[in-house]
């Protein structure tokens, strides 16, 4: 046991620790703004990358609505010279809630990329659930190691075709810095591996081993998260390397979709501020200045995963588009939203970033992806660090 005053030491948007009272908090606010529903049973539910972001909400969101058991699969460090990430102590208080709320769900800490994992999980749910009802993978990951092959594949945030500078936001003791940040053409290699990395492949296996061992349960339900996001961010997004993966899972639901039993969709999601999306150029100045026009309207991840958790479950008609996506990003892409945002992307200098975007906002985001900054936690006081990695009986 090791009580500590930890504090944000780091740089850029990374934190070398992480808070485990401001993750606990964190997700115990997560949880009081979901308004239960009450199933007739209750759905059992595998979350890839069910630590942080959308995949953290969607666990949540699952738990505390609809009653879901199941298993949270994420990549996360536990306690050692400096605390465990923020996912460690995220994962342990979830885990937490869905005991309280009478829920079998179990955490699983490994590389879900590994076909070990795949069987780990796999024996959990067949030894405790017999089947499952939802698959959501909503994984973001800078590398893949195919067990298959051994190969590791490197994701790339690199352009399509041209170079393409972009208008960034930096800090500097907390004070918001307009910065440009320059991003080079990806090669067709950098593409491919891209694509092995954050495409649809590694999601086809969990589906393909879940049906080889016959673990979906009637009516199977599978969905991936994708984004499309603003013009403003297409040439480092959409058009860009990370895009071309993007349309490889899109494709790949398209796909599995095509299989008895099976039903596939990618969920275009909003914008968010995550440990993901902070470390890609640009994306932190856009958020900022989305938060800026849109304010309480900003469409959470909590409240995106319940739109997604009624849709799935049939209470909401789902809102698919003429691709057959889930859309839950229609607030940002509103044609008015956008025009004002990029009215203000053209208009930011340094002289007024710090009011016309959103900078403050987004820097308090940021800590808290690290469990800093949130209000009822007493950031003077001792907390202890090493939390075990939830286990359960
Ligand atoms: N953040 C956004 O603005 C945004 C918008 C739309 C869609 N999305 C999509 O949502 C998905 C999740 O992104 P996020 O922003 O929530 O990311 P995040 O960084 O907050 O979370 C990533 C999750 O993946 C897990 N993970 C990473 N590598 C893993 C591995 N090898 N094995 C098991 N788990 C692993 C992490 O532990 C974590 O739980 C991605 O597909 C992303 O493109 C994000």
Same mark, same amino acid.
């Given at each position: 046991?090791? !009580?500590?005053?930890?504090?944000?030491?780091?740089?850029?948007?990374?934190? @070398?620790?992480?808070?485990?009272?401001?993750?606990?908090?964190?997700?115990?606010?997560?949880? #009081?703004?979901?308004?239960?529903?009450?199933?007739?049973?209750?759905?059992?539910?595998?979350?890839?990358?069910?630590?942080?972001?959308?995949?953290?909400?969607?666990?949540?969101?699952?738990? #505390?609505? *609809?009653?879901?058991?199941?298993?949270?699969?994420?990549? $996360?460090?536990?306690?050692?010279?400096?605390?465990?990430? #923020?996912?460690?102590?995220?994962?342990?208080?979830? #885990?937490?809630?869905?005991?309280?709320?009478?829920?079998?769900?179990?955490?699983?800490?490994?590389?879900?990329?590994?076909?070990?994992?795949?069987?780990?999980?796999?024996?959990?749910?067949?030894?405790?659930?017999?089947?499952?009802?939802?698959?959501?993978?909503?994984?973001?990951?800078?590398?893949?190691?195919?067990?298959?092959?051994?190969?590791?594949?490197?994701? =790339?945030?690199?352009?399509?075709?041209?170079?393409?500078?972009?208008?960034?936001?930096?800090?500097?003791?907390?004070?918001?810095? @307009?910065? $440009?940040?320059?991003?080079?053409?990806?090669?067709?290699?950098?593409?491919?591996?891209?694509?092995?990395?954050?495409?649809?492949?590694?999601?086809?296996?969990?589906?393909?081993?879940?049906?080889?061992?016959?673990?979906?349960?009637?009516?199977?339900?599978?969905?991936?998260?994708?984004?499309?996001?603003?013009?403003?961010?297409?040439?480092?997004?959409?058009?860009?390397?990370?895009? =071309?993966?993007?349309?490889?899972?899109?494709?790949? /639901?398209?796909?599995?979709?095509?299989?008895?039993?099976?039903?596939?969709?990618?969920?275009?999601?909003?914008?968010?501020?995550?440990?993901?999306?902070? =470390?890609?150029?640009?994306?932190?100045?856009?958020?900022?200045?989305?938060?800026?026009? @849109?304010?309480?309207?900003?469409?959470?991840?909590?409240?995106?995963?319940?739109?997604?958790?009624?849709? @799935?479950?049939?209470?909401?008609?789902?809102?698919?588009?003429?691709?057959?996506?889930?859309?839950? +990003?229609?607030? !940002?892409?509103?044609?008015?939203?956008?025009?004002?945002?990029?009215?203000?992307?053209?208009?930011?200098?340094? +002289?007024?970033?710090?009011?016309? /975007?959103? /900078?403050?906002?987004?820097?308090?985001?940021?800590?808290?992806? *690290?469990?800093?900054?949130?209000?009822?936690?007493?950031?003077?006081?001792?907390? !202890?660090?090493?939390?075990?990695?939830?286990?359960? /009986?």
């Amino acid at each position: 046991m090791t !009580e500590r005053v930890i504090k944000p030491v780091g740089r850029g948007f990374l934190f @070398l620790d992480s808070h485990p009272a401001g993750c606990e908090q964190l997700v115990r606010d997560l949880t #009081a703004q979901v308004e239960a529903r009450t199933p007739d049973k209750h759905p059992v539910a595998l979350v890839i990358g069910s630590s942080s972001g959308y995949g953290l909400a969607a666990t949540i969101a699952g738990l #505390a609505r *609809y009653g879901i058991d199941g298993v949270g699969v994420s990549f $996360e460090k536990g306690p050692a010279r400096r605390t465990a990430t #923020a996912g460690w102590y995220r994962t342990a208080a979830t #885990a937490q809630y869905a005991e309280q709320a009478g829920r079998k769900f179990h955490f699983v800490n490994a590389d879900a990329f590994a076909d070990t994992t795949k069987d780990e999980v796999l024996d959990l749910v067949a030894k405790e659930f017999g089947a499952v009802d939802y698959l959501i993978y909503s994984v973001a990951a800078p590398r893949r190691v195919d067990p298959r092959t051994g190969t590791t594949y490197q994701s =790339a945030l690199k352009t399509i075709g041209a170079p393409y500078t972009t208008k960034s936001i930096a800090f500097e003791d907390g004070e918001p810095q @307009l910065t $440009e940040a320059s991003l080079d053409v990806a090669t067709d290699e950098e593409i491919a591996e891209t694509v092995q990395v954050m495409g649809g492949e590694d999601w086809t296996r969990w589906v393909d081993a879940l049906a080889e061992r016959k673990l979906l349960n009637d009516g199977f339900s599978t969905v991936a998260l994708t984004y499309i996001g603003s013009e403003l961010t297409g040439p480092i997004y959409r058009q860009g390397s990370i895009g =071309a993966a993007k349309a490889h899972l899109e494709q790949t /639901a398209k796909e599995l979709s095509e299989r008895d039993g099976v039903r596939a969709f990618t969920s275009v999601n909003g914008a968010a501020v995550t440990q993901a999306s902070s =470390a890609i150029p640009g994306i932190g100045l856009y958020v900022s200045l989305l938060h800026k026009v @849109l304010g309480e309207k900003m469409q959470t991840p909590i409240q995106q995963s319940i739109a997604l958790w009624d849709q @799935l479950t049939g209470e909401q008609t789902p809102d698919l588009d003429e691709d057959g996506r889930l859309r839950l +990003d229609r607030w !940002e892409l509103d044609p008015a939203v956008q025009a004002a945002v990029k009215e203000q992307w053209d208009a930011v200098t340094q +002289d007024n970033i710090a009011t016309v /975007a959103d /900078a403050a906002w987004f820097f308090a985001e940021v800590r808290r992806l *690290y469990g800093f900054d949130v209000d009822g936690v007493d950031y003077d006081a001792e907390t !202890e660090v090493d939390v075990e990695w939830p286990t359960t /009986a």
